[in-house]
């Protein structure tokens, strides 16, 4: 059974940046696109990015693109979310996300979260 577990949230300033990761265990990583969705208090999950098994293709909500990156090792079954300039709108529990297929809220495999919040 796929496990993910994410670390890296806490508190930050607006202009802050923020890493976080996310360990893959239990199936083949490389067999899986990842991805990271967060929500807020009283909103549904949204997407914020995915990255393919490669690696080659990366994407990003409209949000935050040009502020966040998304990458992958596949040697240590981790993807990570670099996050720079973060917002109070940017504060949310984020999730990582695995599936074989598109990473959507509908996603096979979730994380339990991590929180992250930005405020001054």
């Known amino acids: 059974q796929v496990q993910l577990a994410e670390s890296g949230g806490g508190l930050v300033q607006p202009g802050d940046s923020l890493r976080l990761s996310c360990v893959f265990s239990?199936?083949?990583?490389?067999?899986?696109?990842m991805g990271w969705l967060r929500q807020a208090p009283g909103k549904e999950p949204e997407f914020v990015a995915s990255?393919?098994?490669?690696?080659?293709?990366?994407y990003y909500a409209n949000s935050v693109k040009g502020r966040f990156t998304i990458s992958r090792d596949n040697a240590k079954n981790s993807v990570y979310l670099q996050m720079s300039s973060l917002k109070p709108d940017d504060t949310a529990v984020y999730f990582c996300?695995?599936?074989?297929?598109?990473?959507?809220?509908?996603?096979?495999?979730w994380g339990q979260g991590t929180q992250v919040t930005v405020s001054s």
């Open positions: 239990g199936g083949t990583f490389n067999e899986y696109n």
């Open positions: 990255i393919s098994t490669s690696g080659n293709f990366n």
């Open positions: 996300v695995a599936d074989t297929g598109a990473i959507r809220r509908d996603s096979r495999y």
